[in-house]
């Protein structure tokens, strides 16, 4: 099956919900991100590192594109949904990829800004690292890390209207299996001088606590 036959299939659908995965990329049909309008997610390959994204939303038993974006490197890329920002709307997310050292998730934000119809994107949440929504708190948590894992940082958002704002980022490193851990805090102007840092106590359980809990790994 090529990816024209898949737009076909796409938009002569007539099951209420529909998931289909190939080598040419995947489509997503449902209430995607409410449960009046059917949307409709499409995949496709270009080339062999990039993809074409497009998004669909059903109004009298059509399907009108509200969303386009070409070009986006990726090895596998899958589409998540969820309300990223707190607004009660369900945004548009593309997982992008998977360091193979380290398991960490890059994930593409789309902001949804007015009923299904315009997605705003936002650039430096990709740089998050398997970002963790903390919706009690509206906080997003990101986890990165290098070098086998004896430097990471864990870091912490906040939603300024529409920017994502790094407002603390905690440095960890564990060379020779000596831990240290800095506290950085941040001004809300997206500024990268912290203004304030402390150092914490951290033991070596406490960072393969850390890992499991953001990076996802088994040991």
């Given at each position: 099956?090529?990816?024209?036959?898949?737009?076909?299939?796409?938009?002569?659908?007539?099951?209420?919900?529909?998931?289909?995965?190939?080598?040419?990329?995947?489509?997503?049909?449902?209430?995607?991100?409410?449960?009046?309008?059917?949307?409709?997610?499409?995949?496709?390959?270009?080339s062999?590192?990039?993809?074409?994204?497009?998004?669909?939303?059903?109004?009298?038993?059509?399907?009108?594109?509200?969303?386009?974006?070409?070009?986006?490197?990726?090895?596998?890329?899958?589409?998540i949904?969820?309300?990223?920002?707190?607004?009660?709307?369900?945004?548009?997310?593309?997982?992008?990829?998977?360091s193979?050292?380290?398991?960490?998730?890059?994930?593409?934000?789309?902001?949804?800004?007015?009923?299904?119809?315009?997605?705003?994107?936002?650039?430096?949440?990709?740089?998050?690292?398997t970002?963790?929504?903390?919706?009690?708190?509206?906080?997003?948590?990101?986890?990165n890390?290098?070098?086998?894992?004896?430097?990471?940082?864990?870091?912490?958002?906040?939603?300024?209207?529409?920017?994502?704002?790094l407002?603390?980022?905690?440095?960890i490193?564990?060379?020779?299996?000596?831990v240290?851990?800095?506290?950085?805090q941040?001004?809300?102007?997206?500024?990268?001088?912290?203004?304030?840092?402390?150092?914490?106590?951290?033991?070596?359980?406490?960072?393969?606590?850390?890992?499991?809990k953001?990076?996802?790994?088994?040991?």
């Amino acid at each position: 099956m090529n990816s024209q036959t898949m737009k076909e299939l796409l938009l002569k659908n007539k099951k209420e919900t529909y998931q289909l995965d190939t080598t040419f990329g995947s489509i997503r049909i449902g209430y995607l991100f409410d449960k009046q309008f059917r949307s409709a997610a499409f995949i496709e390959s270009d080339s062999e590192q990039t993809y074409k994204l497009e998004i669909y939303k059903e109004l009298n038993k059509n399907w009108n594109k509200v969303f386009e974006q070409d070009s986006i490197e990726s090895s596998d890329p899958r589409l998540i949904i969820g309300d990223y920002n707190f607004d009660n709307r369900i945004d548009l997310t593309l997982m992008t990829d998977m360091s193979l050292g380290t398991s960490i998730i890059r994930i593409k934000l789309w902001l949804n800004e007015n009923d299904n119809e315009v997605f705003h994107y936002i650039p430096n949440f990709e740089k998050i690292g398997t970002p963790t929504v903390d919706s009690l708190n509206q906080k997003i948590y990101g986890f990165n890390a290098c070098c086998e894992f004896q430097e990471m940082s864990l870091n912490e958002y906040k939603w300024n209207n529409n920017n994502l704002v790094l407002i603390k980022r905690t440095d960890i490193e564990t060379y020779n299996n000596k831990v240290r851990a800095v506290e950085k805090q941040f001004q809300s102007d997206n500024s990268e001088l912290p203004i304030k840092e402390t150092e914490i106590k951290l033991t070596l359980k406490d960072i393969h606590k850390l890992i499991k809990k953001y990076n996802k790994l088994k040991n």
